[in-house]
């Protein structure tokens, strides 16, 4: 069979731990040195990281998830032409806006901020390397992948630093903030998870910033809009929207970050992230002596953090060359040359005075995202009134525009009872075949039947283990999930009457019910094709191929089985005399989605969300589309249309696909 270059066939599964690659029949894990479960490791096809395991622009093997920043996913990356890692954030767009103009300024403002960051060349900030175009909606940034502990953990472990150790932290990221200023850029997120600190045996602490994502160009007439940034370390200008913060909000933030590295917590460390906000805007600036008074503080030291934490920001430093001189001045026991004496009290204009009318609702608490790397284009009040009257108006407005040479028609969109924050990602999903139903399951180990014609409904109800194959049956009114063990279980609708089938080696990751409803087919990691009857719950091995089948179509009438693997390819076989009819590769990912049409053509999906149209005769491709996102357990319909589901945030969307 041939092997995809965009898929490892060595590490085919993850630790969870440290959602690192490993393979199948590793001991330990090398990264984190964790064992792997008593029914082994993590199969990459039930991985919620969608890169983790491929090789993107030919150059960059994406073996670990390493969290998400304040603009998308970052993974680390081997370099498959060199002896080195890199750091690559991938970019979204599609989360964070509508249409192919919102989605297109984001793109530019991401590649105008990628740009200018690639200029800076100061070694206390994280280098940027290039912007790799995945999709069109998607972009991978290529950055510096460090090892070193964040300033957040140290902060962690140690409550708080000796004062020249965060005399030097800070001086570092001065010289560094003060280059991006220079660019233009304007960080917005300055905090300690975004500080990295080594230490070096020659020289001491060595500080970089990271993580630009919310960064804004100044000067490019753009704006954001809402709360950005992290309450705890925002400015009062971020935390009351009246103006674009500028150089001198990223002065305030390490501000606050110097407060909370000198007396173990910053400024305001209130609980609720309102109050918070109002206490950056309102409330006078505590001493670090009132904040600590335990500990002794040079009172030079108090005045310049004090500078730094003015409500006003006419009252702050102009830039942080003068910081940066004056702890470079502390350190060789020098006086301050700019900022050791007590800041003046000015009676000024407040630039705002409080948060009336707002509720705690309105602000993006949580970790920024994208909107936070992009920045939108400024709209004035009537072109965005006309646009909500617009979108009011609309009866079906789809999610993603980017889509090319294909029709698609948002069928229902019906919000999903998710009381958690992030939202569960999906690990499985089918339609019935009259296209009446669908039914989803998470990783919260949750499965939701959501009716598809009408005003639409959800039904969920709880399971005991993660499902990662469904088959939806609504003609005999039952449901069958196979689980991460192997189990296959059949439920009514409503989540009642639950009834083990039969228990397969190795996770299933895909079912197929025969029309007759008297058996179903299961796919397995292993690349075993099995017969499950579902009167006795007997077995029978039809197949074994070398990789894993990740999507099945039976055409009981015909006797065609249609295979998609893991490594994209797709195979065709008459089950009867177990006879392989064609083999092709065909996607660039595993095969997400496969069936067959009614004028004689196949058709398959994978999850870089392209859809390919091919011969049934001799598997040939005849066309390829881009959808722009994996739409999940496509159905082929009477009228040559395709039917398939996604999930937006917490909205499941079902489409219609007219080719």
Known sequence: MLQNPHRTSERTHYCEACATLVAVDAAHCAECGGAPSPSGWTPLTLSPYTFLGRIIDGRYFIDRFLGSGASGHVYRARSVRVSRSFAIKVVDTRRYGEGKGVQGELLRSVEREVDALSRIKNPHVVNVYEFIHLSDTIRGVVMDYLEGTTLEDLLRAREHLPVHDAVEIVRQVADGLHEAHQQGIVHRDLKPENIMVEALPATGLFARVLDFGVAHIAGSGESTYGFRGTPLYASPEQCSEAHIPDKRSDIYSLGCVFFHMLTGQPPFPFANALRVMEAHIEAPRPSLREAAPERKYPESLDHLVQHMLASDP?????????????????????????????????????????????????????????????????????????????????????????????????????????????????????IDRSALGVVLSDHLLRTHLLGISGPGFVQSFSVPRLVVALELDLVHAHLYAADIHGEITRYNPSGSGALRIAGLPGSVLAIELHPSATHVLAATERGALIKVDLRTGRTSTLWEFPLPISALHHHATQDLLLAGMWDGSVVCLRPASHEVLWQIPLARDAVASVGMLHDGRYFATDARGELYLGSLECGRVSASYLIGQELRALRAQPDGSLIGTTLFGDEAQIWRIHL
Do not use: C
């Not at 009318?357 to 920045?375: I, W």
């Not at 072109?383 to 108006?393: K, P, Y």
């Open 314 to 430: 006419r009252d702050r430093p102009d830039d942080f060359w003068k910081i940066y001189k004056d702890l470079s001045a502390f350190l060789e026991g020098q006086p301050l040359l700019h900022f050791g004496h007590r800041p003046p009290h000015k009676e000024r204009t407040p630039i705002v005075q409080t948060l009336d009318g707002l509720s705690e609702s309105t602000y993006q608490l949580s970790e920024p995202t994208l909107g936070e790397f992009a920045s939108l284009a400024e709209r004035t009040s009537n072109e965005l009134a006309s646009e909500h009257s617009r979108l009011s108006q609309a009866e079906a407005l789809p999610r993603w525009t980017e889509r090319s040479d294909v029709d698609m028609e948002q069928l229902q969109a019906i919000r999903l009872p998710f009381k958690t924050l992030p939202m569960p990602s999906i690990t499985a999903a089918a």
